[in-house]
């Protein structure tokens, strides 16, 4: 079957790194250029920030580009900015008071690349993630005016988070939430995700969904594998983002997706 993507976009962290991998492997990035060197947009789709993505793909600037971060939150095209979404302080200040009553649970709200521990302890971030923990400021309120990401925090099972966001989202209409990973959610504007951030690049683009192709394991993937037509789940991807993808891959380890995008490159769908 021939296809005619001129948008890829993917997913990191168990994606194209596998966990415990400090940087994506030759082979993806290599395929990453063939697909920029053949005139198509390939980037990550990350929860991370911008300014950390880069250093995982080797610092090749290329290859990030164009990207969604922060689950969107923030849009690029060819290194511009050309999309933000941002968290007003005062969601940002309900979503710290309604955490306050839950055990164990915290929020961060980054400014820029450092995170405000809003809520919760030190001790409790350094569970769910010890990264953010070590370069953590505490403060006592939400010191910034806006914020492009955030996080809510507790150290549970998928099944404990997918519960507490469920919990916040009908507490707080005016955001959306989504579960990465155990011990994480991740903290948006309500009706958005990686999925309309997409839209926003084929509005730029003048391309249709038919004419993308996205990659991803997790439940913050969920939003943009159902939203695009062709869309790949990864071999061992969460049950939610598996039953989103209309295709599935091999392994992470294995670098599928750099096979993927070297078919893509060439017309045809990946096996």
């Known amino acids: 079957m021939a296809t005619d993507v001129r948008l890829i976009l993917t997913d990191i962290d168990g994606t194209i790194l596998p966990y415990g991998q400090k940087v994506v492997g030759r082979r993806t990035l290599a395929a990453f250029h063939r697909a920029l060197d053949a005139g198509l947009r390939i980037g990550p789709a990350s929860g991370r920030g911008h300014q950390w993505i880069a250093p995982l793909l080797g610092g090749d600037e290329a290859c990030c580009a164009t990207a969604l971060a922060s689950n969107g939150m923030q849009v690029y095209l060819d290194g511009e900015l050309v999309h933000e979404e941002l968290l007003t ?78 919990r916040l989202a009908s507490e707080l209409p005016e955001l959306a939430f989504d579960v990465p990973q155990p011990g994480w959610i991740n903290v ?35 939003s943009m594998l159902e939203h695009v037509p062709l869309s790949f789940a990864v071999e061992g991807a969460a049950p939610e983002a598996k039953a989103a993808a209309s295709r599935q891959l091999g392994r992470v380890e294995d670098e599928a997706v750099a096979d993927a995008v070297d078919a893509l490159v060439r017309g045809e769908m990946p096996r």
């Not at 996080?151 to 404990?160: E, H, K, Q, S, Y």
């Not at 309500?190 to 391309?207: N, S």
């Open 188 to 222: 948006m504007t309500a009706g958005w995700g990686k999925g309309p951030a997409i839209d926003v690049l084929c509005e730029r683009l003048g391309i249709g969904l038919d004419q993308v192709a996205v990659f991803g394991d997790g439940g913050n993937d969920v």
């Open 89 to 166: 302080q005062g969601a940002l200040r309900r979503l710290a008071k309604a955490v306050a009553g839950i055990g164990g649970a915290g929020a961060v709200v980054f400014d820029d690349a450092t995170p405000l521990l809003v809520q919760g302890s030190l001790d409790d971030l350094e569970a769910c993630f010890p990264s953010y923990a070590a370069r953590c400021r505490v403060v006592d309120d939400v010191p910034v005016a806006s914020a492009v990401k955030a996080n809510v925090f507790l150290d549970g099972d998928l099944a404990a988070m997918h519960e507490l966001a469920d």
